[in-house]
Nanobody, 126 residues
Framework: QVQLVESGGGLVQSGGSLRLSCEVS????????MAWFRRTPGKEREFVAT????????DLADSVKGRFTISRVNAKNMVYLQMNSLKPEDTGVYYC???????????????????WGQGTQVTVSS
């Protein structure tokens, strides 16, 4: 069973920055495509960012492109989401997720991910 623990959320003013961290229990983190999703008030959980097993390929939702960056350090079992120029609409619970080993490539759908963290709250004040 792979366990994921997010941290780094908090309260920040509009225009500020936060870095979310996801610690993964699995020693073979390098075998998993990883992603961040978020649930914002009144909406379903949505895709934010994904990164392939090596970290060589990433993609982000249009709403965060140019502001957020996803990265990973497999040797440390860590995945990160650097969030800059935060907006009030970025407020929500952010989840780290690991994709099924049976599926290759980047992943954009919740259905592709089999392991999830408990989430970390991000609140951006205007």
């Amino acid at each position: 069973q792979v366990q994921l623990v997010e941290s780094g959320g908090g309260l920040v003013q509009s225009g500020g920055s936060l870095r979310l961290s996801c610690e993964v229990s699995e020693r073979t983190l390098s075998t998993y495509t990883m992603a961040w999703f978020r649930r914002t008030p009144g909406k379903e959980r949505e895709f934010v960012a994904t990164i392939d097993r090596s970290g060589g390929s990433t993609d982000l939702a249009d709403s965060v492109k140019g502001r957020f960056t996803i990265s990973r350090v497999n040797a440390k079992n860590m995945v990160y989401l650097q969030m800059n120029s935060l907006k009030p609409e970025d407020t929500g619970v952010y989840y780290c997720a690991a994709k099924s080993l049976a599926l290759y490539g980047l992943g954009y759908s919740e259905a592709e991910y089999v392991y999830w963290g408990q989430g970390t709250q991000v609140t951006v004040s205007s």
